[in-house]
Structure formats: structure tokens, C-alpha cells
């Protein structure tokens, strides 16, 4: 039976991006009745430094978030990851299947790490280690993601691989990366060819799930385009990579393939279309962050939903890593 897991990180900022390549995807998934468990995964977030009061709130908001898009915590698992011990206990056993040149190649590793690698923590080296068990530990066969993730995956499926063959068992499935609709990789509204990011220092290169109605407006309207009219086909987006994002988010935005949305709007010019583009992101995007506000206004029920979400996650992460001690041959 399919199981879906994925997670989020509580570092501030959650953006446009992580709503249409991540969170929407995730309410689609429970929609459809797939058993799906997601996580706020605070471990994976402290792999760079968080102040301890904002990680603390980002946290919450972000469950807030969760709720708000409309996953709902009676029917998805919802939880932050460091209050089920068994992804970090797993995270230790695939620390030792997983190759140090593995872990090498990661592109964000690569990124995030910068010139100075000496420098970075071992958590942020070790990070595709912890989200290989932060999926494992669940048996969990799909996980829907933006693209930036999939090399993560790749290596997900090498540590489950490695671990079947060292052991000479069949336990850890190999799971499948759901990555797909307009918006696997949001863009930045500065920047063509850089993703939408929590941490990118400009703010106008975001819209952040907390921006207002004109915030959101005033980021749209100067969003970096080209002089040129929207193409009538989706063949036209190519090498024109600020036009091309703002369709993809049209089309993400308003559940349509790309084709269909330049079918109805080839021609028209930026001018006219960005407001079209604005008043459809605040149509959507609105009536989620106000309930976001609202959820925040009591945190004692989200730390209460996250705890009932923690027990539920743990009953099924206990047995597994359960298995996983025994066929290591760790004495119970
Ligand atoms: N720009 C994006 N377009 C589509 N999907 C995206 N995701 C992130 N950015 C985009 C997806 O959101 C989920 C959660 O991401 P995360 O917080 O775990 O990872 P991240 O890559 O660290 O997010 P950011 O926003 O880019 O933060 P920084 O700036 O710290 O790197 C994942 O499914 C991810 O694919």
C-alpha cells in the first residue's frame, strides 16, 4: 500500500515556492486518500545556525501553515521531526551505510556549504542521511517534492539499495519521488535562474505565505519580465525564463497546464497580465494566510496538535526501527 511522507523545514520565510511545488501537493495527496504523514523537520533546519525563538515560532507557523492549506491533522499524520527520536536513531545506522563521496556530490551540499566547506556543520554534510530516515523510518513508498530535491531522493534510494544488499534482506522499499505539476521549480522574481528560497536575501525575490494583498501586488508588478508579449504556446517560453515563471505560477496557481493558460492569454502584454497574475496569487493566497494569523493566536492547540501527530508517527516509526536493530544485529 502507498504511504507518502515529506517535510518542510521551519526556517522562516515559507514562500510561494514551498506552497506550490510542496504543501498544495501534499492536500492533493491526502484528498486522495493516500495514508500521508508530514513533517516540520526542526533537525534538518538547525543544520545552519536558528535562533532558538525563531525556530521556536517558525515552527508553529509553519504548522499553522499546514493546517491552513488544508491538511487535516485527523487525517494526515502532522509532526515535527525531533519529537519522534526514531528518524535521528535511523539516521545514525544509514550514517554508516552511506558513502562519504556520496554525500560529497549533493548539489546543495555543494551550495549551501560555499567556499569554505571546513567551516560548515557536520549536520549540513550529513543531511541527505537524516532525510533518507526521516522517510525510511515510515516504510514510506512516495514523497512529493519540488525539484530541487530529487537528487536528494536519488541518494534516499542508494541507502535503501546498500542497506537491502549489505544485510542481504528486502526491508527499506525504494521509494519514488513525486515531482510533478507547473510548479516543480518555482523561480525567483528577481532572478530567472535562481529557485524561489527562504534564505535569498532580497525579499522582493519572495512571496512569502505571510505577505498582504499589496505586498504581493507591489512583487508581482516588479517582478523582473521581458519586453516581449506572452507566447500562444508553451514552445514560446523557452529562453525566457522570468516570462516562463510567471506562467508557471499562473498556471499552478489556477490548476490549468500551461498550454491552456497561454491559449487564453498569448498576446497580452506583461502590463496586463501581471495584474491578472496578482489578484489570482491573493485569491489564493489570502484566505490562507489569514488563517494562518488566526490558527497562531493559539499556540497551545498547534503544540497539541504536533504531540497527538508525534505519537501517531511513532507508532509506526517504533516497529520498523525495531527491525532495522535486529537485522544490524544490535542485541535487544
Ligand atoms: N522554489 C521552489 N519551487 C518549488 N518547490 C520548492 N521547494 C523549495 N523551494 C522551492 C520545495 O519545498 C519543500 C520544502 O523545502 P525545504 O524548506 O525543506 O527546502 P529548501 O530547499 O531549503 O527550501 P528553500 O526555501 O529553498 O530554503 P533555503 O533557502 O534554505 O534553501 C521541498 O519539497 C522543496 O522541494
Same mark, same amino acid.
Given at each position: 500500500?502507498?504511504?507518502?511522507?515529506?517535510?518542510?523545514?521551519?526556517?522562516?520565510?515559507?514562500?510561494?515556492?514551498?506552497?506550490?511545488?510542496?504543501?498544495?501537493?501534499?492536500? /492533493?495527496?491526502?484528498?486522495?486518500?493516500?495514508?500521508?504523514?508530514?513533517?516540520?523537520?526542526?533537525?534538518?533546519?538547525?543544520?545552519?545556525?536558528?535562533?532558538?525563538?525563531?525556530?521556536?515560532?517558525? #515552527?508553529?507557523?509553519?504548522?499553522?501553515?499546514?493546517?491552513?492549506?488544508?491538511?487535516?491533522? /485527523?487525517?494526515?499524520?502532522? &509532526?515535527?521531526?525531533?519529537?519522534?527520536?526514531?528518524?535521528?536513531?535511523?539516521?545514525?545506522? &544509514?550514517?554508516?551505510?552511506?558513502?562519504?563521496?556520496?554525500?560529497?556530490?549533493?548539489? @546543495?551540499?555543494?551550495?549551501?556549504?560555499?567556499?569554505?566547506?571546513?567551516?560548515?556543520?557536520?549536520?549540513?554534510?550529513?543531511?541527505?542521511?537524516?532525510?533518507?530516515?526521516?522517510?525510511?523510518?515510515?516504510?514510506?513508498?512516495?514523497?512529493?517534492?519540488? /525539484?530541487?530535491?530529487?537528487?536528494?531522493?536519488?541518494?534516499?534510494?542508494?541507502?535503501?539499495?546498500?542497506?537491502?544488499?549489505?544485510?542481504?534482506?528486502? &526491508?527499506?522499499?525504494?521509494?519514488?519521488?513525486?515531482?510533478?505539476?507547473?510548479?516543480?521549480?518555482?523561480?525567483?522574481? *528577481?532572478?530567472?535562474?535562481?529557485?524561489?528560497?527562504?534564505?535569498?536575501?532580497?525579499?522582493?525575490?519572495?512571496?512569502?505565505?505571510?505577505?498582504?494583498?499589496? #505586498?504581493?501586488?507591489?512583487?508581482?508588478?516588479?517582478?523582473?519580465?521581458?519586453?516581449?508579449?506572452?507566447?500562444?504556446?508553451?514552445?514560446?517560453?523557452?529562453?525566457?525564463?522570468?516570462?516562463?515563471?510567471?506562467?508557471?505560477?499562473?498556471?499552478?496557481?489556477?490548476?490549468?497546464?500551461?498550454?491552456?493558460?497561454?491559449?487564453?492569454?498569448?498576446?497580452?502584454?506583461?502590463?496586463?497580465?501581471?495584474?491578472?497574475?496578482?489578484?489570482?496569487?491573493?485569491?489564493?493566497?489570502?484566505?490562507?494566510?489569514? /488563517?494562518?494569523?488566526?490558527?497562531? @493566536?493559539?499556540?497551545?492547540?498547534?503544540?497539541?496538535?504536533? @504531540?497527538?501527530?508525534?505519537? *501517531?508517527?511513532?507508532?509506526?516509526?517504533?516497529?520498523?526501527?525495531?527491525?532495522?536493530?535486529?537485522?544490524?544485529?544490535?542485541?535487544?
Amino acid at each position: 500500500t502507498p504511504r507518502v511522507f515529506s517535510g518542510i523545514q521551519p526556517s522562516g520565510n515559507l514562500h510561494l515556492g514551498n506552497y506550490l511545488g510542496a504543501l498544495k501537493r501534499f492536500v /492533493e495527496m491526502q484528498n486522495n486518500g493516500i495514508e500521508s504523514i508530514y513533517c516540520m523537520v526542526d533537525l534538518h533546519a538547525i543544520t545552519v545556525w536558528q535562533d532558538p525563538a525563531d525556530l521556536r515560532n517558525a #515552527t508553529r507557523e509553519l504548522a499553522a501553515g499546514f493546517i491552513a492549506a488544508g491538511l487535516d491533522p /485527523e487525517k494526515s499524520i502532522l &509532526f515535527n521531526q525531533s519529537q519522534v527520536a526514531e528518524h535521528t536513531q535511523l539516521a545514525w545506522i &544509514f550514517n554508516c551505510v552511506a558513502r562519504m563521496g556520496w554525500m560529497q556530490r549533493m548539489t @546543495q551540499w555543494k551550495d549551501k556549504a560555499g567556499k569554505n566547506q571546513q567551516n560548515a556543520s557536520l549536520g549540513l554534510f550529513a543531511y541527505p542521511s537524516l532525510m533518507a530516515a526521516d522517510i525510511l523510518v515510515y516504510h514510506a513508498t512516495h514523497v512529493p517534492v519540488g /525539484e530541487d530535491q530529487k537528487q536528494h531522493l536519488e541518494l534516499t534510494r542508494d541507502i535503501a539499495i546498500k542497506f537491502n544488499h549489505d544485510y542481504g534482506v528486502d &526491508f527499506f522499499p525504494i521509494t519514488e519521488p513525486v515531482i510533478e505539476g507547473a510548479a516543480t521549480r518555482v523561480m525567483s522574481l *528577481r532572478d530567472g535562474a535562481k529557485k524561489m528560497s527562504k534564505s535569498d536575501t532580497s525579499d522582493a525575490s519572495r512571496i512569502n505565505m505571510t505577505d498582504d494583498a499589496d #505586498t504581493i501586488a507591489r512583487k508581482i508588478r516588479k517582478a523582473k519580465t521581458d519586453p516581449l508579449a506572452l507566447p500562444s504556446e508553451a514552445k514560446g517560453l523557452e529562453e525566457r525564463p522570468e516570462a516562463r515563471n510567471l506562467v508557471n505560477i499562473y498556471a499552478a496557481l489556477s490548476e490549468q497546464g500551461v498550454d491552456a493558460v497561454l491559449r487564453d492569454l498569448g498576446g497580452k502584454q506583461f502590463s496586463e497580465f501581471k495584474p491578472m497574475l496578482a489578484d489570482l496569487a491573493v485569491a489564493k493566497l489570502a484566505p490562507i494566510s489569514e /488563517e494562518m494569523a488566526r490558527l497562531m @493566536q493559539d499556540v497551545t492547540e498547534i503544540d497539541r496538535i504536533l @504531540q497527538n501527530g508525534a505519537a *501517531r508517527a511513532r507508532a509506526i516509526a517504533a516497529p520498523i526501527l525495531d527491525r532495522t536493530y535486529d537485522i544490524v544485529g544490535m542485541v535487544r
